[in-house]
Protein backbone atom coordinates (compact mmCIF):
# COMPACT_ATOMS: atom_id res chain seq x y z
CA UNK A 1 0.00 0.00 0.00
CA UNK A 2 0.99 3.69 -0.87
CA UNK A 3 1.15 6.19 2.42
CA UNK A 4 -0.48 9.51 1.99
CA UNK A 5 2.99 11.31 2.44
CA UNK A 6 4.21 9.51 -0.54
CA UNK A 7 1.28 10.70 -2.49
CA UNK A 8 2.22 14.11 -1.37
CA UNK A 9 5.66 14.31 -1.99
CA UNK A 10 5.44 12.52 -5.17
CA UNK A 11 6.82 14.85 -7.94
CA UNK A 12 4.79 16.29 -10.09
CA UNK A 13 5.32 16.65 -13.93
CA UNK A 14 4.79 20.06 -15.07
CA UNK A 15 6.49 21.85 -18.09
CA UNK A 16 8.48 24.59 -16.85
CA UNK A 17 9.36 25.75 -20.59
CA UNK A 18 8.35 29.87 -19.69
CA UNK A 19 9.09 32.14 -17.00
CA UNK A 20 5.38 31.96 -16.15
CA UNK A 21 4.98 28.31 -15.98
CA UNK A 22 7.82 28.24 -14.27
CA UNK A 23 7.16 31.16 -11.21
CA UNK A 24 3.77 29.11 -10.76
CA UNK A 25 5.11 26.05 -10.61
CA UNK A 26 8.75 26.24 -8.36
CA UNK A 27 8.63 26.09 -4.46
CA UNK A 28 10.16 29.32 -2.93
CA UNK A 29 9.35 29.51 0.40
CA UNK A 30 12.08 28.25 2.18
CA UNK A 31 13.85 30.38 0.53
CA UNK A 32 11.69 33.26 1.70
CA UNK A 33 11.28 32.16 5.07
CA UNK A 34 15.40 31.80 5.26
CA UNK A 35 15.41 35.74 3.44
CA UNK A 36 13.25 37.18 6.09
CA UNK A 37 14.49 35.42 8.96
CA UNK A 38 18.46 36.90 7.17
CA UNK A 39 16.91 40.30 6.74
CA UNK A 40 15.08 39.94 10.41
CA UNK A 41 19.25 39.17 12.06
CA UNK A 42 20.26 42.45 10.01
CA UNK A 43 17.40 45.07 11.43
CA UNK A 44 18.18 43.35 14.72
CA UNK A 45 21.88 43.91 14.51
CA UNK A 46 23.30 40.62 13.28
CA UNK A 47 22.78 36.85 14.58
CA UNK A 48 22.43 35.94 18.01
CA UNK A 49 25.20 33.11 17.10
CA UNK A 50 27.57 35.66 16.19
CA UNK A 51 26.78 37.87 19.35
CA UNK A 52 28.66 38.25 22.48
CA UNK A 53 27.21 37.53 25.70
CA UNK A 54 27.33 41.38 27.11
CA UNK A 55 25.37 42.08 24.22
CA UNK A 56 22.74 39.56 24.34
CA UNK A 57 22.01 39.40 28.19
CA UNK A 58 22.33 42.40 31.04
CA UNK A 59 21.80 42.23 34.93
CA UNK A 60 19.02 43.94 35.96
CA UNK A 61 20.40 46.25 38.75
CA UNK A 62 17.29 48.26 39.49
CA UNK A 63 15.31 48.16 42.64
CA UNK A 64 12.21 47.54 41.43
CA UNK A 65 11.32 45.54 44.90
CA UNK A 66 12.50 48.14 46.69
CA UNK A 67 10.62 51.37 45.77
CA UNK A 68 7.72 53.17 46.67
CA UNK A 69 4.06 53.07 45.50
CA UNK A 70 4.42 55.99 43.34
CA UNK A 71 7.22 54.38 40.96
CA UNK A 72 5.06 51.18 41.23
CA UNK A 73 2.04 53.37 39.87
CA UNK A 74 4.73 54.13 36.98
CA UNK A 75 5.20 50.83 35.72
CA UNK A 76 3.60 49.74 32.07
CA UNK A 77 1.64 47.07 33.78
CA UNK A 78 -0.49 49.23 35.73
CA UNK A 79 -0.95 52.01 32.86
CA UNK A 80 -3.88 50.42 31.31
CA UNK A 81 -5.51 50.63 35.05
CA UNK A 82 -4.40 54.81 34.49
CA UNK A 83 -7.52 56.96 32.90
CA UNK A 84 -6.46 57.84 28.96
CA UNK A 85 -5.46 61.21 28.95
CA UNK A 86 -5.85 61.01 24.73
CA UNK A 87 -9.91 61.24 24.80
CA UNK A 88 -10.64 64.96 26.01
CA UNK A 89 -13.52 64.65 28.51
CA UNK A 90 -17.39 66.51 27.72
CA UNK A 91 -17.11 70.05 29.16
CA UNK A 92 -19.36 72.60 28.78
CA UNK A 93 -18.58 76.32 27.43
CA UNK A 94 -15.24 77.66 29.29
CA UNK A 95 -14.86 81.43 29.52
CA UNK A 96 -11.54 82.92 28.44
CA UNK A 97 -8.46 81.86 30.06
CA UNK A 98 -6.58 83.71 32.71
CA UNK A 99 -3.32 82.05 32.00
CA UNK A 100 -0.83 84.75 30.26
CA UNK A 101 0.78 83.30 26.94
CA UNK A 102 4.35 83.01 26.99
CA UNK A 103 6.50 85.19 24.29
CA UNK A 104 7.83 82.90 21.92
CA UNK A 105 11.37 84.53 21.50
CA UNK A 106 12.33 86.29 17.59
CA UNK A 107 13.30 84.01 15.09
CA UNK A 108 15.57 84.58 12.21
CA UNK A 109 13.50 85.28 9.43
CA UNK A 110 15.36 83.98 7.08
CA UNK A 111 15.60 80.55 9.19
CA UNK A 112 11.52 79.83 9.68
CA UNK A 113 10.06 77.17 7.57
CA UNK A 114 7.25 76.89 6.05
CA UNK A 115 4.89 75.36 9.05
CA UNK A 116 6.08 78.18 11.27
CA UNK A 117 5.59 80.72 8.43
CA UNK A 118 1.66 79.73 8.53
CA UNK A 119 1.25 79.86 12.30
CA UNK A 120 3.45 82.83 12.48
CA UNK A 121 2.20 85.05 9.28
CA UNK A 122 5.98 86.21 9.29
CA UNK A 123 7.93 87.06 5.91
CA UNK A 124 10.85 84.86 4.67
CA UNK A 125 12.92 84.76 1.54
CA UNK A 126 12.47 80.90 0.33
CA UNK A 127 15.32 81.21 -2.87
CA UNK A 128 17.84 82.75 0.13
CA UNK A 129 21.50 81.56 0.87
CA UNK A 130 20.65 81.05 4.60
CA UNK A 131 17.87 78.86 4.17
CA UNK A 132 19.88 75.99 2.57
CA UNK A 133 21.74 75.00 5.65
CA UNK A 134 18.94 74.76 7.56
CA UNK A 135 17.43 72.30 4.41
CA UNK A 136 20.28 70.41 4.43
CA UNK A 137 20.13 69.82 8.58
CA UNK A 138 16.43 68.60 8.05
CA UNK A 139 15.82 66.98 4.76
CA UNK A 140 16.56 63.15 4.30
CA UNK A 141 20.69 62.96 3.61
CA UNK A 142 19.97 60.33 0.75
CA UNK A 143 17.61 62.39 -0.97
CA UNK A 144 18.92 65.02 -3.12
CA UNK A 145 19.29 69.07 -2.73
CA UNK A 146 16.58 71.49 -3.49
CA UNK A 147 16.57 73.03 -7.04
CA UNK A 148 17.35 76.94 -6.37
CA UNK A 149 15.98 78.89 -9.99
CA UNK A 150 18.59 81.20 -11.11
CA UNK A 151 18.04 85.02 -10.61
CA UNK A 152 16.73 85.52 -14.21
CA UNK A 153 14.31 82.85 -14.07
CA UNK A 154 10.64 83.75 -14.50
CA UNK A 155 11.67 86.83 -16.25
CA UNK A 156 12.25 88.34 -19.73
CA UNK A 157 15.80 89.81 -20.88
CA UNK A 158 14.36 92.83 -22.68
CA UNK A 159 13.73 96.62 -21.25
CA UNK A 160 10.51 96.34 -23.93
CA UNK A 161 6.73 96.61 -21.58
CA UNK A 162 4.38 94.52 -22.40
CA UNK A 163 1.87 96.64 -23.68
CA UNK A 164 3.60 99.49 -25.51
CA UNK A 165 2.16 103.07 -26.11
CA UNK A 166 0.96 103.66 -29.55
CA UNK A 167 2.02 106.24 -32.10
CA UNK A 168 0.10 109.99 -31.41
CA UNK A 169 -0.63 110.15 -34.80
CA UNK A 170 -3.06 107.10 -34.48
CA UNK A 171 -5.35 109.19 -32.09
CA UNK A 172 -9.01 109.94 -33.03
CA UNK A 173 -8.14 113.46 -32.95
CA UNK A 174 -4.32 113.85 -34.16
CA UNK A 175 -2.09 117.35 -34.20
CA UNK A 176 -1.75 117.76 -37.97
CA UNK A 177 2.49 117.05 -37.36
CA UNK A 178 1.92 114.17 -35.28
CA UNK A 179 -0.61 112.79 -38.35
CA UNK A 180 2.28 113.36 -40.86
CA UNK A 181 5.04 111.87 -38.96
CA UNK A 182 3.04 108.59 -39.00
CA UNK A 183 2.34 108.72 -42.51
CA UNK A 184 5.66 109.38 -43.29
CA UNK A 185 6.89 105.95 -40.82
CA UNK A 186 4.15 104.21 -43.16
CA UNK A 187 5.94 105.65 -46.18
CA UNK A 188 9.37 104.78 -45.25
CA UNK A 189 7.97 101.09 -44.68
CA UNK A 190 6.51 100.38 -47.98
CA UNK A 191 9.73 102.67 -49.60
CA UNK A 192 12.10 99.98 -48.38
CA UNK A 193 9.48 97.08 -49.72
CA UNK A 194 9.17 98.73 -53.21
CA UNK A 195 13.82 98.74 -53.31
CA UNK A 196 13.45 95.09 -52.24
CA UNK A 197 11.34 93.91 -54.89
CA UNK A 198 13.15 96.03 -57.41
CA UNK A 199 16.28 94.12 -55.72
CA UNK A 200 14.90 90.81 -56.61
CA UNK A 201 14.07 91.90 -60.30
CA UNK A 202 17.49 93.35 -60.77
CA UNK A 203 18.84 90.52 -59.69
CA UNK A 204 16.87 87.95 -61.91
CA UNK A 205 17.44 89.79 -64.99
CA UNK A 206 18.94 87.66 -67.73
CA UNK A 207 22.09 86.72 -68.86
CA UNK A 208 23.98 88.98 -71.20
CA UNK A 209 23.59 87.41 -74.75
CA UNK A 210 27.51 86.66 -76.14
CA UNK A 211 28.17 86.76 -79.71
CA UNK A 212 30.30 84.83 -81.85
CA UNK A 213 33.27 86.73 -82.24
CA UNK A 214 33.28 87.45 -78.49
CA UNK A 215 33.31 83.73 -78.05
CA UNK A 216 36.35 83.30 -80.79
CA UNK A 217 38.27 86.32 -78.64
CA UNK A 218 38.42 84.86 -75.71
CA UNK A 219 38.90 80.95 -76.58
CA UNK A 220 42.05 82.31 -78.60
CA UNK A 221 43.60 83.84 -76.41
CA UNK A 222 47.47 82.54 -75.88
CA UNK A 223 47.64 80.73 -79.15
CA UNK A 224 48.84 83.51 -81.19
CA UNK A 225 52.69 83.12 -82.40
CA UNK A 226 55.31 84.21 -79.95
CA UNK A 227 57.96 86.43 -81.49
CA UNK A 228 61.65 84.82 -80.89
CA UNK A 229 63.81 87.68 -79.28
CA UNK A 230 67.08 88.12 -81.30
CA UNK A 231 69.67 86.06 -79.75
CA UNK A 232 71.55 88.27 -77.54
CA UNK A 233 74.81 87.18 -75.78
CA UNK A 234 74.82 86.76 -72.24
CA UNK A 235 76.60 89.31 -70.06
CA UNK A 236 78.56 88.24 -67.26
CA UNK A 237 78.06 89.29 -64.07
CA UNK A 238 80.38 89.06 -61.37
CA UNK A 239 77.72 87.38 -58.93
CA UNK A 240 77.84 84.37 -62.18
CA UNK A 241 81.60 84.00 -61.60
CA UNK A 242 81.49 83.70 -57.97
CA UNK A 243 78.95 80.97 -58.17
CA UNK A 244 80.79 79.59 -61.14
CA UNK A 245 83.85 78.68 -58.61
CA UNK A 246 86.15 81.39 -60.05
CA UNK A 247 87.54 84.21 -57.97
CA UNK A 248 88.69 87.69 -60.02
CA UNK A 249 90.73 89.89 -57.74
CA UNK A 250 89.65 94.09 -57.25
CA UNK A 251 91.99 96.20 -57.93
CA UNK A 252 92.61 98.66 -55.19
CA UNK A 253 90.66 101.50 -57.27
CA UNK A 254 87.72 99.35 -56.99
CA UNK A 255 87.73 98.98 -53.29
CA UNK A 256 88.78 102.86 -52.74
CA UNK A 257 85.32 103.54 -54.78
CA UNK A 258 83.20 101.04 -52.78
CA UNK A 259 84.69 102.35 -49.63
CA UNK A 260 83.61 106.14 -50.69
CA UNK A 261 79.83 104.41 -51.65
CA UNK A 262 79.35 103.26 -48.54
CA UNK A 263 80.31 105.95 -46.39
CA UNK A 264 78.00 108.06 -48.42
CA UNK A 265 74.49 106.08 -48.03
CA UNK A 266 75.86 105.79 -44.22
CA UNK A 267 76.43 110.15 -43.89
CA UNK A 268 72.47 110.16 -45.84
CA UNK A 269 71.06 107.72 -43.91
CA UNK A 270 72.05 109.76 -40.47
CA UNK A 271 71.01 113.25 -41.95
CA UNK A 272 67.73 111.63 -42.87
CA UNK A 273 66.91 110.39 -38.92
CA UNK A 274 68.73 113.97 -37.71
CA UNK A 275 66.27 115.64 -40.43
CA UNK A 276 63.17 113.18 -39.50
CA UNK A 277 63.95 114.22 -35.72
CA UNK A 278 63.95 117.77 -36.13
CA UNK A 279 60.67 117.54 -38.40
CA UNK A 280 59.23 115.89 -35.60
CA UNK A 281 59.92 118.44 -32.75
CA UNK A 282 58.76 120.93 -34.85
CA UNK A 283 55.26 118.92 -35.73
CA UNK A 284 54.50 119.14 -31.60
CA UNK A 285 51.09 121.31 -32.68
CA UNK A 286 50.01 118.79 -35.34
CA UNK A 287 50.61 116.23 -33.33
CA UNK A 288 48.34 116.96 -30.31
CA UNK A 289 45.54 118.18 -32.99
CA UNK A 290 46.07 114.53 -34.19
CA UNK A 291 45.80 113.19 -30.88
CA UNK A 292 42.59 115.06 -29.72
CA UNK A 293 40.98 114.26 -33.35
CA UNK A 294 41.61 110.59 -32.23
CA UNK A 295 40.14 110.91 -29.33
CA UNK A 296 37.37 112.35 -30.27
CA UNK A 297 37.08 109.67 -32.34
CA UNK A 298 37.34 107.07 -29.82
CA UNK A 299 34.42 109.16 -27.97
CA UNK A 300 31.82 108.66 -30.88
CA UNK A 301 32.68 105.15 -31.63
CA UNK A 302 31.94 104.68 -27.68
CA UNK A 303 28.91 106.76 -27.95
CA UNK A 304 27.48 105.19 -30.82
CA UNK A 305 29.00 101.08 -28.83
CA UNK A 306 26.24 102.72 -26.19
CA UNK A 307 23.50 103.28 -28.73
CA UNK A 308 23.96 99.96 -30.11
CA UNK A 309 23.73 98.89 -26.87
CA UNK A 310 20.17 100.11 -26.08
CA UNK A 311 19.38 99.28 -29.34
CA UNK A 312 19.90 95.82 -28.72
CA UNK A 313 18.08 95.74 -25.16
CA UNK A 314 14.72 95.78 -26.52
CA UNK A 315 15.78 94.31 -30.18
CA UNK A 316 13.85 90.89 -30.39
CA UNK A 317 16.41 87.81 -29.86
CA UNK A 318 17.06 85.17 -32.35
CA UNK A 319 14.82 81.81 -30.90
CA UNK A 320 14.79 80.36 -34.26
CA UNK A 321 15.69 79.59 -37.69
CA UNK A 322 12.75 82.48 -37.96
CA UNK A 323 13.26 86.38 -38.81
CA UNK A 324 11.24 88.34 -36.62
CA UNK A 325 9.15 90.78 -38.85
CA UNK A 326 7.39 93.49 -36.70
CA UNK A 327 3.88 94.79 -37.28
CA UNK A 328 2.86 97.71 -39.87
CA UNK A 329 2.56 100.94 -38.45
CA UNK A 330 -1.56 101.36 -38.77
CA UNK A 331 -2.61 104.68 -40.21
CA UNK A 332 -5.23 106.71 -41.55
CA UNK A 333 -5.80 108.67 -44.67
CA UNK A 334 -6.43 112.56 -43.77
CA UNK A 335 -10.04 111.91 -44.93
CA UNK A 336 -10.64 108.54 -42.97
CA UNK A 337 -9.66 110.33 -40.00
CA UNK A 338 -13.11 111.28 -37.83
CA UNK A 339 -13.17 113.71 -35.25
CA UNK A 340 -15.47 111.89 -32.92
CA UNK A 341 -14.58 108.51 -31.18
CA UNK A 342 -18.16 106.70 -31.87
CA UNK A 343 -17.01 107.04 -35.93
CA UNK A 344 -13.68 105.84 -35.48
CA UNK A 345 -12.87 102.61 -37.01
CA UNK A 346 -9.83 100.01 -35.34
CA UNK A 347 -8.02 98.19 -37.64
CA UNK A 348 -5.90 96.81 -35.00
CA UNK A 349 -6.61 92.89 -33.81
CA UNK A 350 -5.66 92.79 -30.26
CA UNK A 351 -4.74 88.77 -30.59
CA UNK A 352 -2.72 89.39 -33.14
CA UNK A 353 -1.12 92.06 -30.95
CA UNK A 354 -0.04 90.10 -27.93
CA UNK A 355 1.20 87.36 -30.25
CA UNK A 356 3.48 89.89 -31.54
CA UNK A 357 3.93 91.25 -28.40
CA UNK A 358 5.36 87.84 -26.63
CA UNK A 359 7.61 87.20 -29.83
CA UNK A 360 9.30 91.08 -29.86
CA UNK A 361 9.43 90.36 -25.55
CA UNK A 362 11.49 86.95 -26.68
CA UNK A 363 8.98 85.13 -24.66
CA UNK A 364 7.62 82.83 -27.82
CA UNK A 365 9.65 81.85 -30.79
CA UNK A 366 9.68 83.12 -33.77
CA UNK A 367 7.09 80.72 -35.91
CA UNK A 368 5.65 81.38 -40.15
CA UNK A 369 2.37 80.39 -40.64
CA UNK A 370 1.83 76.90 -42.35
CA UNK A 371 -0.64 77.08 -45.06
CA UNK A 372 -2.76 73.98 -45.14
CA UNK A 373 -1.38 71.47 -47.61
CA UNK A 374 -1.92 68.14 -48.80
CA UNK A 375 0.99 65.76 -47.91
CA UNK A 376 0.12 63.02 -50.59
CA UNK A 377 -1.11 63.62 -54.12
CA UNK A 378 -4.39 62.79 -54.49
CA UNK A 379 -4.90 59.62 -56.72
CA UNK A 380 -7.27 59.82 -59.77
CA UNK A 381 -9.53 56.96 -60.30
CA UNK A 382 -11.64 56.32 -63.26
CA UNK A 383 -15.02 54.57 -62.27
CA UNK A 384 -16.76 52.86 -64.97
CA UNK A 385 -20.39 52.25 -62.97
CA UNK A 386 -20.73 56.28 -63.47
CA UNK A 387 -19.96 56.17 -67.30
CA UNK A 388 -22.84 56.42 -69.38
CA UNK A 389 -23.39 53.20 -71.38
CA UNK A 390 -22.30 55.16 -74.84
CA UNK A 391 -19.20 55.73 -73.31
CA UNK A 392 -18.53 52.21 -72.14
CA UNK A 393 -18.79 50.90 -75.57
CA UNK A 394 -16.10 53.31 -76.66
CA UNK A 395 -13.61 52.54 -73.88
CA UNK A 396 -13.85 48.74 -74.61
CA UNK A 397 -13.47 49.02 -78.66
CA UNK A 398 -10.37 51.23 -77.26
CA UNK A 399 -8.93 48.30 -75.24
CA UNK A 400 -9.54 46.05 -78.07
CA UNK A 401 -7.78 47.78 -80.61
CA UNK A 402 -4.57 48.06 -78.07
CA UNK A 403 -4.98 44.07 -77.10
CA UNK A 404 -4.78 43.94 -81.07
CA UNK A 405 -1.77 46.10 -81.69
CA UNK A 406 0.38 44.44 -78.69
CA UNK A 407 -0.39 40.74 -80.23
CA UNK A 408 0.75 41.88 -83.78
CA UNK A 409 4.21 43.32 -82.59
Known amino acids: MVSTEQIRNKRKRVSKKNKKSWRKNTEIQDVEKFLEAKLREERTGGAPTDKKNKDLFFIDKSDIFE ?6 ASMKCHTELQIDTRVAPVVGRLGPSKKKKKKKPQQDVSMVTNSD ?28 PPFLPPAFYKGSDTKLSAVEVPHPGSSYNPTFTDHQDLLQSALDVEEKREKEKAKATRDAAPPIQITEEDYIKEMSIGLKEVEHESESEPEVNEEDVCKSGVYIRKTRSQRNKEKAEKLKTEEAAAAKETKQYLHQINRIKALKKEIRKEENEREEQTLERQAKKTINETRPGKYG ?23 LVTPANNVQDRFTSFQKRNMLEIRKKVAPHRKYKLKKVEKWRKKLPEEMDELVKMKRKKRKINMTE
Not at 67 to 72: A, D, E, G, P, R
Open 117 to 144: NKKSGCVYDIWGASIEKKITKELDPCLP
Open 321 to 343: PGKFIGAEPEFLLPEEVSSSLRQ
Open 67 to 72: TSKSKL
